[in-house]
């Protein structure tokens, strides 16, 4: 499930969390973890409440995974704040985080925005945020190990079997499943962004 954070009612997750039926996934993008960003970006909501509507889903769900979104080097964007941007993705403790360095779009109140952050910077700060990251869904992910899972089969992807579980978790398999067939898996290893099993 994804949601706009500002839309992200507690009724919604209270619903997620009653049915069996949704997958344990919440895609949450933040974009940044900044108020004074959040508010330049007219997200219509503060770092805070952001954390709040977190610490709910977790406390509902808590064998959700939680995903996001983040803009590296958007207008203006000072290197206080782009850290605040790095604690709240430690504090959350996502799962996966999809990062992005921004670029202008023509006719967007963006583009006129003074502050434009140079390149390298740029980049600087999206290695950076995927190095915290890369530790958080390697944690993440260790959880899983020795436990059994109820996985989607995939097929054959690139060479391999994979299998995705109700998380969005992506699992690399030690043998061949047909696609759409729902079975279970011991998970035996974890990586940043997949997980291996072995098929019961």
Do not use: W
Not at 144 to 158: F, I, M, P, Q, W
Not at 164 to 188: C, H, M, W, Y
Request: aromatic share 8%; glycine share 6%; hydrophobic share 35%.
């Amino acid at each position: 499930m994804t949601s706009h954070p500002k839309d992200a009612s507690k009724e919604l997750v209270d619903v997620m969390a009653s049915s069996p039926k949704i997958a344990r996934h919440f895609h949450l993008p933040v974009q940044s973890g900044s108020t004074r960003v959040l508010n330049a970006m007219n997200r219509r909501y503060t770092r805070e409440q952001y954390l709040e509507k977190a610490r709910y889903i977790k406390e509902k769900i808590p064998d959700a995974a939680l995903t996001t979104d983040i803009i590296c080097g958007f207008p203006g964007e000072t290197e206080e704040e782009f850290d605040e941007t790095v604690s709240l993705v430690r504090e959350v403790g996502f799962d996966m985080l999809y990062c992005f360095i921004y670029s202008p779009r023509r006719g967007t109140a963006a583009e006129k925005m003074p502050g434009r952050i140079p390149h390298d910077e740029q980049v600087r700060r999206f290695e950076r945020l995927t190095a915290a990251q890369n530790e958080m869904s390697l944690k993440a992910n260790e959880k899983y190990v020795g436990k059994t899972l109820r996985l989607l089969s995939d097929g054959d992807e690139d060479g391999k079997h994979t299998a995705r579980s109700s998380q969005n978790k992506i699992v690399t398999l030690d043998r061949f499943v047909p696609a759409g067939t729902f079975f279970d898996a011991e998970i035996t290893a974890s990586h940043p962004f997949t997980l291996e099993g072995k098929v019961l």
